[in-house]
């Protein structure tokens, strides 16, 4: 378990200008930048109840972090946002997720296009066995988001460049994306989740399988791409949720104990539960 003092530490290191703690009547995301909206949420596996009414805002202006022990559903979760639970036969979710007011489990919501408007980096790198630049092109080719070679070759190279692998594969485009090393087929990965133009990134413990440096990279992009996406990060590392986020929500048993600024969170928790859990009372 991470160091109670580290983390609080580094909590206060993100943000060196932390923002002033919202009112009782003041919503924790603002309106202006609300992008998704969950409300009472509940996921069932069979006749398991995995989610128990969640709601929680998601903001254009912050990364959002999902922390909390294993198995507390944080990753079920974050699978309602873009309805990859759809994929498990047994999986059922009630409530409202809305993005940008439209309801995404309406019947007449469009998964495939769901799905490139809130894109997904999962936890182990899985680049498609295919060309560094047919990995990038893919989503852009069969959403037909390129007119010509040009402009798809334009969007392969913008997308490594925001993705931070421009510079190291630029001579070695027709290489095989499962011959980088993981930390570059992770940062592959996100480059092909940010050609599709996406407005939202969900990343699955992103970093678990990454050595050090490559982490600090994955984290550095993530400081990136803040602002031009709604990301939302489920990590099980408490110190990269306080460095890299400035929302986290505390799952328990699929219970959203507490959701507040990350400072505020780490620092002054106002659950015992999530005060017990950054402690490393339990874990």
Same mark, same amino acid.
């Given at each position: 378990m991470n160091n109670a003092g580290d983390i609080m530490n580094d909590a206060t290191e993100a943000q060196a200008a932390p923002e002033a703690k919202p009112a009782a009547d003041e919503p924790l995301v603002d309106p202006a930048s609300l992008k998704m909206t969950a409300r009472n949420v509940n996921v069932y596996y069979g006749e398991k109840q995995a989610i128990d009414d969640v709601s929680i805002d998601i903001g254009m202006d912050n990364v959002t972090a999902f922390i909390g022990p294993s198995g507390c559903g944080k990753s079920t979760f974050l699978r309602t946002l873009n309805r990859m639970n759809d994929t498990i036969p047994?999986?059922?979710?009630?409530?409202?997720?809305?993005?940008?007011?439209?309801?995404?489990?309406?019947?007449?919501?469009?998964? #495939?296009?769901?799905?490139?408007? #809130?894109?997904?980096?999962?936890?182990?790198?899985?680049?498609?066995?295919?060309?560094?630049?047919?990995?990038?092109?893919?989503?852009p080719r069969i959403?037909?988001?390129?007119?010509?070679?040009?402009?798809?070759?334009?969007?392969?190279?913008?997308?490594?460049?925001?993705?931070?692998?421009?510079?190291? #594969?630029?001579?070695?485009?027709d290489d095989s994306g499962t011959a980088l090393s993981g930390g570059q087929q992770q940062r592959l990965c996100i480059a092909r989740a940010i050609a599709v133009d996406p407005e939202v990134i969900l990343m699955d413990e992103p970093c678990s399988a990454l050595d050090p440096i490559a982490t600090a990279k994955i984290e550095e992009l993530i400081h990136e791409?803040?602002?031009k996406y709604a990301i939302v990060i489920v990590t099980h590392n408490m110190q990269q949720a306080a460095r890299v986020s400035q929302r986290t929500a505390f799952f328990h048993l699929g219970n959203l104990v507490e959701y507040g600024e990350t400072s505020e969170l780490f620092t002054n928790p106002h659950q015992e539960r999530t005060k017990d859990y950054i402690t490393g009372r339990y874990g």
């Open positions: 047994i999986a059922r979710t009630t409530g409202q997720i809305e993005l940008d007011g439209e309801d995404i489990y309406d019947t007449s919501m469009d998964v #495939v296009q769901l799905r490139a408007r #809130v894109g997904m980096v999962f936890q182990k790198p899985n680049p498609f066995p295919k060309s560094i630049y047919e990995n990038v092109a893919y989503g959403h037909g988001l390129a007119g010509s070679r040009s402009e798809l070759d334009q969007i392969v190279e913008k997308s490594l460049i925001r993705a931070g692998l421009f510079e190291e #594969v630029k001579d070695r485009l791409l803040r602002g």
